[in-house]
């Protein structure tokens, strides 16, 4: 079987209460190998919650930071606990971090003094960081470009243009497609998968959001990573095995010093789970 990773899921979110642990022995029995779990922020975040699930479950990592939209909650206080909880070994990430223009939940001016603030923070705990940017491209690539070849990390749910794509590549970054890449009208973001390097793409899910094809308008979760790379498999002209290794050894290198020697061999090997 094929092993997969989605590198980046809210499975700590409300939706999978009530059955969060079949939901993740679906995605196990799928291939599904590793879920790069993104905390929720906002008013009551639910840092220490992700981190709790993140304990009980194998292969499920843990990304810690304040998304854009919740930026006007930013504090030195809130900084100081991330700070603290991103110690654990289970925190292999900051993030969601960055800009969203298109429903301005924060002033714009506080997202980008943010988005800079977090850039600095994650790269002082030593942590690739994730990267939300939704109608936002000049001043994302600018902030970006500020720290200069210091960036490890990921552009999550890539939607953007193909030169954002070619300048975060170039700024060594990842880019991830979730599930919008099944879409009918997505032609132009596959024309894109299928340009950049393929030791640069990743796919994740963004679960409980995005639900791809053939699952729209339902409830998303890690097990469909398989049908983003499904997809991406047809961009490329290449067999699914092929996709699930290629984007499983490219997690892998971004995150090998922060795995778990179980799960590195698994991405490593394609190993059994």
Not at 219 to 244: C, H, K, Y
């Amino acid at each position: 079987m094929s092993v997969f990773v989605d590198a980046h899921a809210h499975v700590n979110a409300p939706e999978f209460d009530a059955d969060r642990y079949a939901v993740l022995a679906r995605a196990r029995a799928g291939g599904v190998a590793v879920i790069l779990d993104v905390a929720l922020s906002g008013p009551e975040p639910m840092f220490e919650r992700a981190l709790a699930i993140a304990e009980a479950h194998e292969g499920i990592y843990l990304a810690l930071g304040v998304h854009p939209h919740d930026a006007k909650t930013y504090t030195a206080e809130v900084e100081e606990r991330l700070l603290e909880l991103s110690a654990h070994p289970k925190v292999i990430a900051w993030g969601e971090i960055g800009l969203d223009y298109h429903y301005d939940h924060s002033p714009r001016e506080v997202q980008r003094e943010v988005f800079r603030r977090q850039l600095q923070v994650a790269e002082r705990r030593g942590l690739p960081i994730i990267i939300h940017s939704r109608e936002a491209e000049a001043d994302t690539l600018a902030l970006l470009q500020e720290r200069g070849s210091r960036l490890r990390g990921l552009m999550h749910c890539f939607t953007g243009s193909r030169e954002l794509a070619r300048r975060c590549v170039e700024l060594g970054l990842y880019i991830s497609f979730s599930g919008i890449l099944t879409f009918r009208n997505a032609s132009a973001l596959v024309e894109v998968a299928r340009d950049l390097p393929r030791e640069r793409i990743l796919i994740e899910t963004d679960c409980p959001y995005l639900a791809p094809v053939p699952y729209r308008g339902k409830r998303n979760e890690p097990l469909f990573v398989r049908e983003v790379a499904r997809r991406l498999a047809d961009a490329w002209g290449e067999s699914l095995e092929v996709v699930a290794r290629q984007t499983a050894e490219n997690f892998l290198t971004l995150f090998a010093d922060r795995l778990a020697p179980r799960d590195a061999r698994r991405l490593r090997d394609g190993g059994a789970l």
